[in-house]
Nanobody, 133 residues
């Protein structure tokens, strides 16, 4: 059974860094389309990162581009989201998603993340990130 477990969240000051982890069980991350999403209180869930093995693509929206980096450790079956220069508006619950469960081994596109917000139904508990002084 597919399962993704997020961890690594916490409280950090503006300008600080955090690394989130998403550990997969039930499938192997040799071929993947993985997305990171976040949801702030009172706001819709939004995609903040994607990595795809089919075409080697990654995607970041302008709001996090240059600050967030997604990476895959196949040996640990874990996906990471390195977040630098964090801002208060980065606060929210962060989730990872196996996009291939809905779209197959699709490449990373803004439209894929947008559709996943609605179509993906395997959301885990997420991990809370709070950026505050």
């Amino acid at each position: 059974q597919l399962q993704l477990v997020e961890s690594g969240g916490g409280l950090v000051q503006p300008g600080g860094s955090l690394t989130l982890s998403c550990t997969a069980s039930g499938f192997i991350l040799d071929y993947y389309a993985i997305g990171w999403f976040r949801q702030a209180p009172g706001k819709e869930r939004e995609g903040v990162s994607c990595a795809a093995s089919s075409d080697g693509s990654t995607y970041y929206p302008d709001s996090v581009k240059g600050r967030f980096t997604i990476s895959i450790d196949n040996a640990k079956n874990t996906v990471y989201l390195q977040m630098n220069n964090l801002k208060p508006e980065d606060t929210g619950i962060y989730y990872c998603a196996d996009l291939s469960a809905v779209f197959g081994l699709v490449g990373c596109r803004r439209s894929v993340l947008a559709q996943a917000r609605v179509l993906y139904s395997y959301w885990g508990q997420g991990t809370q990130v709070t950026v505050s002084s």
